[in-house]
């Protein structure tokens, strides 16, 4: 995959580290064509100037922005879970369309907090991912807060057993769509009125309890399902 990340989609780009060690990788010599992006929805085509072995020298050809979005942005506030549980979480709700993810800190889970260095790796899982599905969105990664840190918002839905309201019958896509999920313990009954007040809609994800890791990927799949 010929796709590289650059800081900025400037007329010429200097590359160097990864990105040219991976260019190497991929046997690219100059006057090769690549795909860049830049994480905030921009792409653009560029042919390598000049490749030695530690830096690249690129020209942009094109410059287009990339429709792979979903028609509004989804913020998935997802509760902290043990083990790599929230990696394949971000790996695959990014591959899904989420363009951001806010960490919370929830009353039942098993996990209080999360270091400093798995945060820098849900970020570069993040960007991977988004890569690797073709976006050219990098989700953000928010460091946890707690549901009271947590703003009100416009539109919300939150995923809660037991509940009858679905996903798919009250979604409109004329406003940014927020969505939580909770932990293993799930939300309690407080969380839940907390997280009311503050525009989330408790939603059904069908009959069945579904594992934490599992609920955030259904709901976006309802989504996917769509066509989105
Ligand atoms: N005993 C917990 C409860 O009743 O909330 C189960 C929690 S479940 C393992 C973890 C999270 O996944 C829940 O907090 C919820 O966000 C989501 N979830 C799992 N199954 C669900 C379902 N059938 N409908 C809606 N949300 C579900």
């Not at 046997?27 to 929805?41: A, M, P, Q, T, Y």
């Not at 896509?173 to 009954?189: R, Y």
Request: aromatic share 6%; charged share 25%; glycine share 6%.
């Amino acid at each position: 995959e010929k796709r590289f990340k650059v800081e900025t989609l400037s007329d010429t780009i200097e590359l160097s580290g990864p990105e040219v060690q991976h260019m190497r990788v991929l046997r690219l010599k100059n006057g090769d064509e690549v795909h860049l992006f830049d994480g905030s929805g921009w792409e653009a085509r560029a042919r390598i100037e000049e490749m030695d072995t530690f830096t690249a020298t690129l020209v942009v050809l094109e410059k287009f922005q990339n429709d792979l979005e979903l028609p509004k942005p989804i913020t998935l506030a997802l509760a902290l879970l043990k083990g790599d549980k929230l990696a394949d979480v971000v790996r695959a709700c990014t591959e899904l369309g989420v363009s951001r993810f806010q960490l919370l800190k929830t009353q039942y889970a098993d996990v209080p907090d999360l270091g400093d260095n798995k945060l820098v790796r849900l970020k570069r899982i993040a960007e991977e991912a988004s890569k690797q599905s073709r976006r050219a969105v990098v989700p953000e990664v928010l460091s946890p807060i707690t549901l009271k840190q947590l703003p009100s918002v416009t539109k919300g839905f939150v995923a809660h057993p037991h509940t009858q309201s679905t996903l798919l019958e009250h979604l409109t896509w004329d406003s940014e769509v927020w969505f939580a999920t909770g932990p293993e313990g799930g939300f309690s009954a407080a969380e839940i009125e907390l997280l009311q007040h503050k525009n989330f809609l408790p939603i059904t994800l069908g009959k069945r309890i579904l594992r934490a890791e599992t609920a955030p990927i259904a709901l976006l799949g309802a989504l996917a399902s769509t066509g989105v």
